[in-house]
């Protein structure tokens, strides 16, 4: 079946700093993928819509400075946390959409970020 | 976005069968019903998805009302590893998902 993965699974930062979090479609391709983030005992939440090639659709109230979405191949989107605060602190989990199958969509197993 | 009504918490006890319903009153015509669920500190899992005919695979059958007001997952036989949130969403698969609160199930031994 489709596999998204996620790198790193968690990540502990001090705040003020910067953190990537990658998202892989390992055995597909997928122009687009999506961003979710999620609070502990909260539903998820859309962040950002990624296109490859182009700039992210953001979700009103995502600062799009400070959460910098990079498409970078039709396996890649990497999501960058800047000048991180620990109100940032939260589960971020991103999902893929085939290209091939675009009633279908993949999630990947989450990124765990702690801004201390 | 149509909403979805999903109860917050269910029971069932092991190798029972759980029956998950989700209200959707408002519902469009060309929205799709799918069915996610999450396991603690995972990401979502597919589970299933129906437009107007019941459903069936190998983790669960979606039952959908004619009206398509309303649908019940049903898991025909409980298992420990199936206590998880479930996530009843209306929409395209192909495009973001509109997490509701879901249902949180409880599976006892």
């Known amino acids: 079946g489709a596999v998204v993965s996620q790198h790193p699974s968690w990540v502990i930062c001090k705040s003020g700093t910067s953190v990537k979090i990658e998202c892989r479609s390992l055995?597909?391709?997928?122009?687009?993928m999506f961003w979710y983030r999620q609070f502990p005992k909260q539903s998820l939440m859309l962040m950002a819509t990624?296109?490859?090639?182009?700039?992210?659709?953001?979700e009103q109230g995502v600062e799009k400075d400070k959460f910098l979405i990079n498409h970078a191949s039709l396996t890649l989107s990497t999501l960058t946390v800047t000048s991180a605060h620990p109100e940032d602190s939260s589960f971020y989990i991103c999902?893929?959409?085939?290209?091939?199958?675009?009633?279908?969509?993949?999630f990947g197993p989450g990124t765990r970020l702690t801004v201390t | 976005d149509a909403k979805t009504t999903q109860p917050n918490s269910m029971e069932s006890n092991e190798e029972e069968p759980v029956h998950l319903p989700c209200n959707h009153s408002?519902?469009?015509?060309?929205?799709?019903i799918h069915w996610y669920r999450q396991l603690p500190s995972q990401g979502p899992e597919y589970v299933i998805h129906?437009?107007?005919s019941n459903v069936n695979n190998r983790m669960a059958s979606l039952a959908i009302a004619e009206d398509r007001k309303s649908s019940t997952l049903i898991l025909h036989r409980a298992t420990l590893r199936d206590a998880a949130v479930y996530y009843c969403?209306?929409?395209?698969?192909?495009?973001?998902?509109?997490f509701g609160k879901g249902t949180s199930l409880l599976v006892t031994p």
């Open positions: 055995d597909f391709q997928a122009t687009t």
């Open positions: 969403i209306l929409g395209y698969s192909g495009y973001a998902l509109n």
């Open positions: 999902s893929a959409r085939p290209d091939t199958a675009w009633g279908e969509q993949y």
């Open positions: 990624s296109n490859e090639g182009s700039k992210a659709t953001y």
């Open positions: 408002t519902i469009s015509g060309t929205d799709y």
């Open positions: 129906g437009l107007t």
